[in-house]
Each structure stands twice: as structure tokens, then as C-alpha cells.
T-cell receptor, first 109, second 113 residues
Framework: NAGVTQTPKFQVLKTGQSMTLQCAQD?????MYWYRQDPGMGLRLIYYSASEGTTDKGEVPNGYNVSRLNKREFSLRLESAAPSQTSVYFCASQDPEAFFGQGTRLTVV | AQTVTQSQPEMSVQEAETVTLSCTYDTSESNYYLFWYKQPPSRQMILVIRQEAYKQQNATENRFSVNFQKAAKSFSLKISDSQLGDTAMYFC??????????FGKGTRLHILP
């Protein structure tokens, strides 16, 4: 039972590069989320998806796009990475508590 | 907008002592969920306990219990007989009817030997 699988675990990007963080859950949950975690800021919601085919902005959506490909998968894309996007990113699915992936440590240089 | 406030950025207690972490939240809704999550140095987010707002009885999970005061919008976590493995960051979280989960900024807890 894998739960929530998030890839990659670590990534270094140069400013201006793009990348997609992948997330998949096998618990048949409707709702999925992307958070970023920065020191002293807790977890801040970037985007969430209440069901397949729907996405909504969270607290800090600027610079990100998401795709809810199907019920299992919810990806986060950085089109042009900036140093301010250096953070730890978490994907989660919910029913009703959140189940988290292992996190991605992203560094933008 | 809903907010979650954890007023204690950092705490330290001796092993085997009891410690209480504070959390307050702001909402106009009557039905919601509250959670406490633990994040050890491994970075993994682990659910500690959850409380449904319509339930008056405080949730308990082994050494972890909550004091849920709905009128005061307070949701504190009590850890009894604290252990070295309880050293972690603890996050209080609120989920509204839109299914958005909002987190506090966290309390870093150190259990001292």
C-alpha cells in the first residue's frame, strides 16, 4: 500500500528552468493538494483539487500551474523557476485527514 | 478567511514530563475538522490526532490527547510521559467545508534526556 508517492525527492534547478513535480495516490481520494514549506512559515497551500477535473488556487499560487490528470495524479509545474521558489514541496490527498508524500526539496540557483 | 495560530514557536521539556502545545483558530463555520501533525527530522508528515467539531468528547490517541474548546476556538495538544522520539515539529491544522486544509506555522518541540 504505497499511499501518496511524490517524485523527485531532491532537485536543483537554474533560474528560468522548468520542471514538473509528480504526485500519485492509490487511496481513491477525491481531494489532492500541493503545499510548500518554508522555515517559520508552516505549510502554505499552493493549489488544491477537490475532484478530478477541478483545481483551485490556494494561498500562494503565483509562479505555479497544476494538472489533475485523473483521480490518482496531481502534478505541479514551475514554468520559469525563481530563487524564491526554493522550498520543500509536499503533495497530499485527503479523506478527511491529509496523507502526505515524502516531500521534494527544490533548490533554485 | 480561516486562520490557525500556534503561539509557541519552540518548547523544551524533560523526558517523561507532560507538555501542552497551544493552537487557536478562526472560523465562522460550525462543522469542521481539526488535526495535529508531527514532522520529525525525517521530514515525513504524520497524523497525530484528529477532532471533529460536532463531537464534544476530546480525542485521545495513547499518550496524545486534545483539549477542544469550540466556543473559545482553541485546540491544544497534550503529550503525556514525553519520549525522546516525540522531538519534532508539530503543526495544528483546520479543514473547512471546502476541504481546504489550513496549517499553523508550527511549534518545534525538544524532549531533553
Amino acid at each position: 500500500n504505497a499511499g501518496v508517492t511524490q517524485t523527485p525527492k531532491f532537485q536543483v534547478l537554474k533560474t528560468g528552468q522548468s520542471m514538473t513535480l509528480q504526485c500519485a495516490q492509490d487511496m481513491n481520494h477525491n481531494s489532492m493538494y500541493w503545499y510548500r514549506q518554508d522555515p517559520g512559515m508552516g505549510l502554505r497551500l499552493i493549489y488544491y483539487s477537490a475532484s478530478e477535473g477541478t483545481t483551485d488556487k490556494g494561498e500562494v499560487p503565483n509562479g505555479y500551474n497544476v494538472s489533475r490528470l485523473n483521480k490518482r495524479e496531481f502534478s505541479l509545474r514551475l514554468e520559469s523557476a525563481a530563487p524564491s521558489q526554493t522550498s520543500v514541496y509536499f503533495c497530499a490527498s485527503q479523506d478527511p485527514e491529509a496523507f502526505f508524500g515524502q516531500g521534494t526539496r527544490l533548490t533554485v540557483v | 478567511a480561516q486562520t490557525v495560530t500556534q503561539s509557541q514557536p519552540e518548547m523544551s521539556v524533560q523526558e517523561a514530563e507532560t507538555v501542552t502545545l497551544s493552537c487557536t483558530y478562526d472560523t465562522s463555520e460550525s462543522n469542521y475538522y481539526l488535526f495535529w501533525y508531527k514532522q520529525p527530522p525525517s521530514r515525513q508528515m504524520i497524523l497525530v490526532i484528529r477532532q471533529e467539531a460536532y463531537k464534544q468528547q476530546n480525542a485521545t490517541e495513547n499518550r496524545f490527547s486534545v483539549n477542544f474548546q469550540k466556543a473559545a476556538k482553541s485546540f491544544s495538544l497534550k503529550i503525556s510521559d514525553s519520549q525522546l522520539g516525540d522531538t519534532a515539529m508539530y503543526f495544528c491544522a483546520f479543514m473547512n467545508r471546502d476541504d481546504k486544509i489550513i496549517f499553523g506555522k508550527g511549534t518545534r518541540l525538544h524532549i531533553l534526556p
